[in-house]
């Protein structure tokens, strides 16, 4: 029997997934991973395309319409545990959702850790019980898939830090703002978003946006960008934390919290029936009000 895609679309099971095309994706040239015997592959969970073992990162521009974009550009970095990347649900959807408001938005497609070669141990390796928090793709349900602790960030850092670095170097081209380049991610591209204004020294972001990542206390840099910050209250990272929310408000930088009765994790922008379906409108609104989807005019 041949499942349809909406029974896929309900079923947790992985499926194999032939590579899909990305003809607009730029190389960031930042080098491979180390101790990586796997090349590239795709699986599909949820409904959504997956990629693992991600060893050349790689930069997608989504631009607005002609005569539309208002020089605000989004670095979007998807969220999978660092393990893999939902970059459907969490990058390519929220890109284009992003240029159809004049936002220019750019898909970070980063470097990822190892894991199993085949896909039958790659499914056995997420199964495994694991201590802690989560990647992305489990779509809303609220249940918590393993992974491994927390990895070494630098490739990562290094990926984000050359994406910032191509938009500026390109801006001109593309029609961005140097002084409005902001960054939003999920799940673990909410941790990248978050780790990347805590540590680069060459990324100037103007706002950042981490939705459902990690709730724990921060350091905030002096120069740190005004927050909007999202999650539910069924998703696991939560657990009653306000830590990153209170480090903002208390180091005085703008902070806008939205905490929604429900939504699990790995909503990306949006599931049925979940409160939490209605965030992007609210960015949209918050990104009005601090005058970001509002283009400049030369005199």
């Not at 070494?152 to 830090?161: C, F, M, R, T, V």
């Amino acid at each position: 029997m041949t499942l349809s895609v909406s029974a896929i679309a309900q079923d947790g099971t992985i499926y194999p997934l032939d590579a899909p095309a990305e003809p607009n994706a730029i190389p960031l040239g930042t080098g491979g991973v180390d101790n990586q015997p796997a090349q590239e592959t795709w699986f599909r969970q949820w409904g959504d395309p997956m990629a693992r073992n991600i060893t050349k990162a790689t930069l997608t521009p989504f631009l607005p319409k002609a005569g539309q974009a208002n020089g605000t550009a989004v670095i979007v970095a998807p969220g999978g545990g660092y393990r893999w990347l939902s970059l459907d649900n969490e990058g390519w959807e929220v890109a284009k959702a992003l240029a159809e408001k004049g936002i220019t938005a750019f898909v970070l497609k980063y470097r990822l850790q190892p894991t199993p070669v085949s896909l039958e141990d790659f499914k056995q390796s997420m199964t495994a019980p694991r201590p802690a928090a989560a990647p992305s793709a489990n779509r809303g349900t609220g249940t918590t898939p393993a992974r491994p602790a927390q990895p070494d960030l630098s490739n990562q850092l290094e990926d984000a830090e050359a994406a910032y670095a191509m938009i500026v170097k390109r801006a001109k081209e593309w029609g961005v703002d140097t002084a409005r380049i902001g960054m939003i991610g999920f799940s673990a591209g909410a941790g990248l978003t978050m780790h990347s204004t805590l540590n680069s020294k060459t990324m100037k972001l103007a706002f950042i946006g981490p939705i459902y990542g990690g709730m724990g206390p921060v350091q905030v840099p002096k120069n740190a960008p005004p927050m909007f910050n999202v999650i539910a209250t069924d998703d696991f990272l939560f657990r009653g934390q306000f830590g990153v929310i209170d480090s903002w408000y208390k180091a005085g930088i703008p902070v806008e919290f939205h905490l929604y009765q429900n939504g699990g994790h790995g909503f990306g922008l949006g599931n049925p029936d979940r409160t939490s379906n209605r965030w992007f409108d609210a960015f949209m609104y918050w990104l009005e009000v601090n005058r970001f989807l509002t283009a400049k005019t030369t005199k």
